[in-house]
């Protein structure tokens, strides 16, 4: 049977993505599908596959009176809005200090965005060691006057902000370049004519330039508002959780879950907790992006 010529095309690029579609249902779809029938479990993954006992719901009941899952709920919401708000707070006003009066600016751009794109195991390792007494950070915040400062990551109170600092900076980079790219499509003869009236730069700022890039600071804030939920290498390899529960975040505390104290259906059901939240999110971004589209 000879195939007509628009089926063969439709072949041709059916063939082309059945790989990622194999590589979709085998590593993204069954494991998901598989993890919400484990979070109904008390499944110990060393027993092997089908050695569980079916508890219902009670991994769901049971996680909200466990102290540890609500103080990692909470740092996980805490971290994900202040670390966003600042980040992008920052990320306009550079952006446009950057693209008015500064010289070479895509060097600046460019060293700002190497944070983003590095080794996050690096990273980190630096920021523990600019934490550390003799560290950078530390002697620093002596220089501005602070006498015996905190130990930072091995405090209980500031564990989480400090953490927080690292992923400000390393995300202010990727911010500053989007809106950089969004400034240069900026209708110019709106702010030839706030010149003409004589507009000071605090107030075009304000009035046009802010109000002009709140698509963009949406798309950035949802975006970046996902990834923080999902937080995890940082608080590993920085403050292992602790010290006590003080930055212990949602992914963190399932991998420990899953992993260390073999609890995989009571991991599982967090991580459906944490998918939930993610996909309020996703939903507010999919609702808003309608409405930007139309600005």
Not at 263 to 275: E, H, Q, T
């Amino acid at each position: 049977m000879k195939l007509s010529k628009e089926l063969r095309r439709d072949l041709t690029g059916y063939a082309f993505i059945l790989p990622n579609m194999i590589g979709v249902l085998i590593f993204t779809f069954i494991p998901v599908v598989f993890s919400l029938v484990v979070s109904f479990t008390d499944w110990k993954f060393t027993k092997g596959v089908g050695n569980w006992n079916w508890v219902g719901f009670k991994n769901y009941v049971e996680m909200w009176s466990d102290q540890w899952f609500t103080d990692s709920l909470i740092h996980t919401i805490l971290y994900a809005i202040v670390t966003v708000v600042f980040t992008l707070g920052l990320a306009i006003v550079l952006a446009v200090l950057i693209d008015k009066y500064c010289i070479g600016k895509l060097g600046i751009r460019l060293s700002m965005f190497m944070p983003y794109i590095s080794n996050t195991v690096a990273v980190s390792i630096v920021w523990v060691m600019m934490y550390s007494p003799w560290g950078p950070f530390t002697q620093m915040v002596k220089f501005f006057g602070v006498e015996n400062p905190p130990q930072w990551l091995g405090d209980y109170i500031w564990a989480l902000f400090a953490v927080m600092i690292m992923g400000v900076w390393g995300g202010i980079g990727y911010s500053v370049m989007i809106y950089t790219s969004a400034i240069q499509g900026l209708p110019k003869e709106i702010y030839e004519a706030a010149d003409i009236d004589g507009a000071s730069e605090i107030t075009k700022f304000f009035k046009l330039t802010i109000p002009f890039l709140s698509p963009t600071t949406f798309f950035l804030f949802v975006t970046m508002l996902i990834n923080s939920f999902q937080v995890f290498a940082p608080i590993q390899l920085m403050t292992h959780g602790g010290p006590g529960s003080s930055s212990s975040v949602l992914v963190y505390y399932i991998y420990t879950s899953a992993f260390q104290f073999q609890k995989m259906g009571y991991a599982s059901a967090m991580s459906w907790i944490l998918f939930i939240l993610l996909f309020i999110v996703t939903m507010i971004q999919w609702k808003g992006q309608t409405k930007w589209v139309s600005y």
